[in-house]
């Protein structure tokens, strides 16, 4: 079986690029104890079925993603505790980050992502998360938050339930008794003809209207999920967006911050200049750029009540092996 295949599905790592990291990381596998151990050179070396496994350096797979590590070094350096804190992942995708403010006791996390079926089942299925997709953090809103955590933890059910009550009763009851109909009979509970293709006929007009999404819903929270806290107010946002400028995403993230608040973003220097000053396979070559983007994000962050607390060197470089940051701003103290 190809070594990344065989990581992920012996349970060593969660995707198959955290398989290919590991392996890039160093990985060996023997059949036997006494056997020695053979190194995996590429991704796709062949490792038997039964092998043993050992990873040479397992922190790649401490969490989901690499932007597990990458929070868990700037939670480190700026001595933030998430331990107990309400949190908003912004740009959740995979669940890296997610992963790690689980890890370091966060009693909740609501994460947005523009994107669709991203999220690890690990982290769907767990009670302390809920997953929003589809959903630009740049026009987000309290309220618009809320709804959409609302949609991710409901289902859909008909807003009027099928009506059992009047079913036709006991459908040609004189068939029962293998068809023996005496004079003491009385047929006047039979349902009819007419009653039954009538009420066939609404059954099937009803699923047909269903199929079409035309038949009235309303929502109703997913079993255990009942109880789960939406509101759209956090004592610590963090984040990781692509493709877009954290200064158009400030705003927003702002009004979802509690005073006293705390947000801890990474910043990605590719994303936050112009494409003219960014090079060839979206690299950012010019070590004095990154001051201009220090520059601007604290701005913003002034301009909008915000208090810069630190600015960091993300411990990790970018996958794509560009420079990165974390900006550790506040909303000033609680009243």
Same mark, same amino acid.
């Given at each position: 079986?190809?070594?990344?295949?065989?990581?992920?599905?012996?349970?060593?790592?969660?995707?198959?690029?955290?398989?290919?990291?590991?392996?890039?990381?160093?990985?060996?596998? $023997?059949?036997?104890?006494?056997?020695?151990?053979?190194?995996?050179?590429?991704?796709?070396?062949?490792?038997?079925?039964?092998?043993?496994?050992?990873?040479?350096?397992?922190? *790649?797979?401490?969490?989901?993603?690499?932007?597990?590590?990458?929070?868990?070094?700037?939670?480190?350096?700026?001595?933030?505790? #998430?331990?107990?804190?309400?949190?908003?992942?912004?740009?959740?995708?995979?669940?890296?980050?997610?992963?790690?403010?689980?890890?370091?006791?966060?009693?909740?996390? /609501?994460?947005?992502?523009?994107?669709?079926?991203?999220?690890?089942?690990?982290? @769907?299925?767990?009670?302390?998360?809920?997953?929003?997709?589809?959903?630009?953090?740049?026009?987000?809103?309290?309220?618009?938050?809320?709804?959409?955590? +609302?949609?991710?933890?409901?289902?859909?059910?008909?807003? +009027?339930?099928?009506?059992?009550?009047?079913?036709?009763?006991?459908?040609?009851?004189?068939?029962?008794?293998?068809?023996?109909?005496?004079? +003491?009979?009385?047929?006047?509970?039979?349902?009819?003809?007419? *009653? #039954?293709?009538?009420?066939?006929?609404?059954?099937?007009?009803?699923? @047909?209207?269903?199929?079409?999404?035309?038949?009235?819903?309303?929502?109703?929270? $997913?079993?255990?999920?009942?109880?789960?806290?939406?509101?759209?107010?956090?004592?610590? /946002?963090?984040?990781?967006?692509?493709?877009?400028?954290?200064?158009? #995403?400030?705003?927003?993230?702002?009004?979802?911050?509690?005073?006293?608040?705390?947000?801890?973003?990474?910043?990605?220097? @590719?994303? +936050?200049? @112009?494409?003219?000053?960014?090079?060839?396979?979206?690299?950012?070559?010019?070590?004095?750029?990154?001051?201009? #983007?220090? *520059?601007?994000?604290?701005?913003?962050?002034?301009?909008?009540?915000? $208090?810069?607390?630190?600015?960091?060197?993300?411990?990790? *470089?970018?996958?794509?092996?560009?420079?990165?940051?974390?900006?550790?701003?506040?909303?000033?103290?609680?009243?």
């Amino acid at each position: 079986m190809r070594a990344d295949v065989f990581l992920v599905e012996g349970g060593h790592a969660a995707t198959r690029s955290q398989a290919q990291r590991l392996i890039a990381a160093g990985v060996q596998w $023997r059949l036997a104890a006494t056997l020695p151990w053979q190194k995996v050179g590429k991704n796709g070396d062949d490792i038997p079925p039964g092998a043993q496994v050992q990873l040479l350096d397992a922190s *790649e797979a401490r969490y989901l993603s690499r932007g597990g590590l990458k929070l868990e070094g700037a939670l480190a350096a700026t001595g933030i505790s #998430v331990a107990g804190l309400r949190c908003l992942d912004v740009g959740q995708g995979t669940g890296g980050f997610t992963d790690c403010l689980l890890a370091h006791g966060a009693a909740q996390v /609501i994460g947005v992502d523009v994107g669709q079926n991203q999220l690890h089942e690990r982290l @769907q299925a767990d009670p302390r998360v809920v997953g929003v997709e589809g959903v630009n953090a740049r026009h987000l809103t309290p309220e618009a938050l809320q709804e959409a955590c +609302e949609d991710a933890l409901c289902e859909r059910i008909d807003a +009027e339930p099928e009506d059992n009550d009047t079913q036709p009763q006991a459908p040609y009851a004189w068939m029962r008794n293998g068809g023996m109909v005496d004079d +003491e009979y009385d047929d006047s509970a039979d349902a009819k003809e007419h *009653e #039954v293709e009538a009420f066939k006929a609404e059954r099937a007009a009803r699923a @047909q209207a269903r199929a079409a999404g035309s038949l009235p819903t309303v929502r109703r929270r $997913r079993a255990g999920r009942e109880q789960v806290d939406i509101t759209p107010a956090f004592p610590f /946002i963090t984040g990781d967006v692509s493709f877009i400028s954290l200064t158009l #995403v400030l705003p927003a993230l702002v009004a979802l911050l509690q005073p006293g608040g705390q947000l801890l973003l990474l910043v990605k220097p @590719q994303f +936050e200049l @112009q494409p003219g000053q960014v090079g060839k396979g979206g690299i950012v070559r010019d070590a004095s750029l990154y001051a201009q #983007v220090e *520059e601007r994000l604290r701005a913003s962050c002034e301009q909008l009540g915000l $208090r810069v607390r630190a600015w960091l060197d993300s411990p990790i *470089e970018g996958g794509d092996g560009n420079r990165e940051f974390f900006i550790h701003a506040d909303l000033g103290s609680a009243a």
